[in-house]
Every structure is written in structure tokens, then in C-alpha cells.
């Protein structure tokens, strides 16, 4: 699944996770998200993710993270890939 970065703007308290490098994440990122990288989240899934909640990804354009949350809905994790990515965030913040 996927969202907007309009529809994405409007939830309240997001669960985001940015799968970008350390240095790109450490540059700038989308406020209160969590840099994890894709390698992780796809190795370890249970260490990072609660079945319960709801995530947004999002890497630096949109397409890795949009694999990356279709792997994870496969395994049962209510993921949703920030279209667009960190480059939507900016044009629209």
C-alpha cells in the first residue's frame, strides 16, 4: 500500500521509519522518524516492527521503500511506502 504525501501529512503521531543512509538521515529527515535500514527491517522484521501499528517508509524518491513495504505486508506488518519519498517531503513541508 501507498500514500500521498498530502494524505501522508495528515496522520497524526506516524509511525515513520527512513531507510536511507545514516549520512542522508543524519542531513535531514522527515521529523520523529527512525532510521532503520532496508537490510534490517527485512532480516528482523520482529525486532522493529509491532503487528499492532501502523508504519510509513520512505527512502530518498519513493522506489525502494515501496518493495520494501510490500515485502513487509506479505509478512503480515501494516507498512505504507511514502510516495515520492524524502523528495516529496520537501517539496510539500
Not at 524518491?61 to 509478512?75: D, E, H, N, P, Y
Request: aromatic residues 10%; hydrophobic residues 40%.
Amino acid at each position: 500500500m501507498e500514500i500521498s504525501i498530502n494524505e501522508f501529512l495528515k496522520v497524526s503521531n506516524p509511525n515513520v521509519i527512513d531507510i536511507r543512509s545514516v549520512q542522508k538521515f543524519n542531513d535531514n529527515h522527515i521529523p520523529g522518524a527512525l532510521n532503520i535500514s532496508a537490510t534490517l527491517l527485512l532480516n528482523s522484521p520482529e525486532r522493529y516492527l509491532k503487528p499492532n501499528l501502523t508504519y510509513y517508509v520512505y527512502c530518498q524518491k519513493g522506489s525502494s521503500s515501496r518493495t520494501l513495504a510490500q515485502i513487509l505486508r506479505v509478512k503480515g506488518y501494516n507498512v505504507f511506502n511514502i510516495i515520492g519519498g524524502y523528495e516529496a517531503w520537501i517539496l510539500n513541508s
